[in-house]
C-alpha cells in the first residue's frame, strides 16, 4: 500500500512539473508564430497554453491580438477582455485595452471617445429597439443604449418593454473599457394582444430604406443598395464629387424611412479649416507679442528699482565724483521715464494678450465648426427608431 501510494505521488510530481514545461513551450510557440505572421499557427499554440492554463492572461491577450490580425473581432473582445479581468495592473494594460477598443469599433460597436481612467463603460443593445434600461434600479435610457460612463464593479442590468418579457443580466463592468451588454428578448404572448405590434416587429420582413442623393454613389453595407432590407442596423456610405464622404449607422425599424444626406462641400469646408488655422496662428503670434511686451515692461519696471536703490545707497558724505566710478550717477528723471516705459509696455501687453486670446478663440471656433460638419468620421449610429419609424441623431444626443 505504501509503495503504491509513493509512486502515485512520483507521477503527480512528474505531471505537475511536464505541464508548466509544456505551457512555456505552447505559449512562447504561438508569440513567435504570430511573430512571424503565421496566425493559425500562432491560435494553435495559444490555445493550448490557455487550455493549460485558463488564469494566465498573456495566452489570451495574444489570441485577441491573433483575432484582431484576422478580423475574428469577436473573439478579440473576448480574449482581450479576460486578460483584463485576469490582470488588470499588467504592464500592457494600455496595449490590450487599445486592442479591444480597436476590435469593438472594427466590429461596429459604438465607440466611447472621452478617457475613463478607473471608470467603466456599458452598452446596450436588444433585438427590439426602444426598450427600457434599468442599471442598478436607475433608469438610463432605451436601447440601442451608447456607451456610457459608469462605476467598474458588478452591475444588475434589466431590459423591460411592453409586450415582451424582461430580461436580466449580471454583469462585471470592467475599469477603462466598454463592456457590451447584448440581449434579445423574447415575446409575451399573454401581453401581447395587438396583432399589429406582432406584424410590425416579426422578423424576415422587409421595409423600404431609401436614400435621397442625387449624382452621389451610394453603398449599404459596402454594397449597392437594394429596394427593401429587412429591420436591422446598415453602414451607409455616400460618395458625391467635392463632397465629404457622408458615413452613418442606420437603424431601420418598423416602417419604410426616407433619408436625404446632407453631404458638407469639401473645398469649402477645408478654406474655413484654413481660415481657422491661420487666424488661431495668428492669436499665438499676437498673444507671443504680448509676453514680450510684458518681459520689455518688467525689466523697465527692475530698472526702477535698481536706480532707486542704487542711489539710496551712494554714500552722501563722499563726493559724486569718487561715487560716479563705481555706479553711474542716476537722476530722479531716469526713474520717472523707467517707470513710464514700464508702465505703458504693461499696457501694451495687456491689450496684446486680450486681442491675442479673442484672435486664437475665433480661430479655435472656426477649427470647431469644420470638425463638426465632418461626416466622414467613424460612424456612430444615425438613424435610431421613434414612434415605429427612424430619426436622424448623432451618437449621445437621442
Not at 422587409?206 to 442625387?214: D, H
Amino acid at each position: 500500500m505504501l509503495c503504491r501510494a509513493l509512486l502515485g505521488l512520483a507521477v503527480a510530481l512528474r505531471v505537475a512539473h511536464a505541464q508548466p514545461a509544456r505551457l512555456t513551450d505552447e505559449f512562447q510557440a504561438g508569440v513567435d508564430a504570430f511573430r512571424l505572421g503565421k496566425f493559425d499557427e500562432a491560435r494553435k499554440h495559444l490555445e493550448a497554453a490557455r487550455a493549460l492554463d485558463p488564469k494566465l492572461p498573456g495566452p489570451h491577450r495574444f489570441l485577441a491580438a491573433v483575432g484582431q490580425a484576422q478580423g475574428r473581432f469577436d473573439d478579440c473582445i473576448t480574449s482581450a477582455r479576460t486578460a483584463i479581468e485576469l490582470n488588470p495592473r499588467s504592464l500592457e494594460i494600455a496595449d490590450t485595452k487599445k486592442i479591444h477598443d480597436s476590435c469593438r469599433t472594427s466590429a461596429g460597436r459604438a465607440p466611447y471617445r472621452d478617457e475613463l481612467g478607473d471608470s467603466a463603460a456599458i452598452a446596450v443593445t436588444t433585438n427590439i429597439p426602444g426598450a427600457t434600461v434599468k442599471i442598478n434600479g436607475l433608469t438610463y435610457g432605451g436601447t440601442p443604449l451608447a456607451p456610457r460612463p459608469i462605476s467598474a464593479g458588478t452591475l444588475d442590468v434589466e431590459i423591460s418593454k411592453s409586450g415582451w418579457k424582461s430580461a436580466t443580466r449580471s454583469i462585471n463592468a470592467l475599469a477603462g473599457i466598454v463592456t457590451d451588454v447584448a440581449v434579445d428578448l423574447e415575446a409575451d404572448a399573454a401581453a401581447q394582444t395587438n396583432v399589429d405590434l406582432v406584424t410590425k416587429t416579426a422578423p424576415g420582413k422587409t421595409r423600404k430604406l431609401e436614400i435621397v442623393a442625387p449624382g452621389a454613389t451610394v453603398l449599404v453595407d459596402n454594397k449597392p443598395p437594394t429596394d427593401e432590407v429587412e429591420a436591422g442596423t446598415y453602414l451607409v456610405e455616400v460618395r458625391a464629387p467635392g463632397r465629404d464622404l457622408w458615413r452613418r449607422r442606420v437603424r431601420v425599424d418598423a416602417q419604410s424611412r426616407t433619408i436625404t444626406p446632407q453631404l458638407v462641400v469639401t473645398e469649402e469646408r477645408e478654406a474655413r479649416e484654413r481660415r481657422g488655422l491661420y487666424v488661431l496662428g495668428a492669436g499665438g503670434a499676437v498673444i507671443a507679442a504680448g509676453f514680450v511686451a510684458a518681459l520689455v515692461s518688467r525689466n523697465a519696471m527692475n530698472e526702477a528699482r535698481d536706480i532707486i536703490r542704487i542711489e539710496r545707497s551712494r554714500d552722501p558724505s563722499r563726493p559724486l565724483s569718487e561715487t560716479e566710478g563705481l555706479a553711474p550717477v542716476r537722476t530722479r528723471a531716469d526713474v520717472e521715464d523707467a517707470k513710464d516705459r514700464a508702465s505703458r509696455w504693461g499696457l501694451i501687453s495687456n491689450l496684446t494678450y486680450s486681442v491675442g486670446i479673442v484672435t486664437a478663440g475665433v480661430g479655435a471656433y472656426l477649427l470647431y465648426r469644420s470638425a463638426a460638419e465632418r461626416t466622414d468620421g467613424a460612424p456612430a449610429f444615425a438613424i435610431a427608431p421613434l414612434h415605429g419609424g427612424a430619426f436622424i441623431a448623432k451618437e449621445g444626443t437621442w
